[in-house]
Nanobody, 115 residues
Framework: VQLVESGGDLVQPGESLRLSCAAS????????MNWYRQAPGKERELVAR????????NYPDSVKGRFTISRDNVKNMVYLQMNSLKPEDTAIYYC?????????WGRGTQVTVSS
């Protein structure tokens, strides 16, 4: 299993970013995919989940209405569109899949929101 995130950047408050995660090594379309983030000194938290075949999505209240997760089961990609970014969104963002009871993670991509 390999997950490779990209798209992180330094942006100003109110701006948007789109993160991408390229997945390989497993049957992508049959697994739920997740985006987590971890800010300095804080625990890693789930920010978006999309079930297999792109059906249901879930978000915590902290990002609901601002973040949108999507997937392309042909390209084996998962995306996180982040709008109206806030300084508190600053974190390393990780792509995740739980497969056969084991969590797999990418190396993460840094998102910094600052004026």
């Amino acid at each position: 299993v390999q997950l490779v995130e990209s798209g992180g950047d330094l942006v100003q408050p109110g701006e948007s970013l789109r993160l991408s995660c390229a997945a390989s090594g497993f049957t992508f379309s049959t697994y739920s995919m997740n985006w987590y983030r971890q800010a300095p000194g804080k625990e890693r938290e789930l920010v978006a989940r999309i079930l297999s075949f792109g059906g249901t999505t879930n978000y915590p209240d902290s990002v609901k209405g601002r973040f949108t997760i999507s997937r392309d089961n042909v390209k084996n990609m998962v995306y996180l569109q982040m709008n109206s970014l806030k300084p508190e969104d600053t974190a390393i963002y990780y792509c995740n899949v739980r497969r056969k009871g084991k969590d797999y993670w990418g190396r993460g991509t840094q998102v910094t929101v600052s004026s």
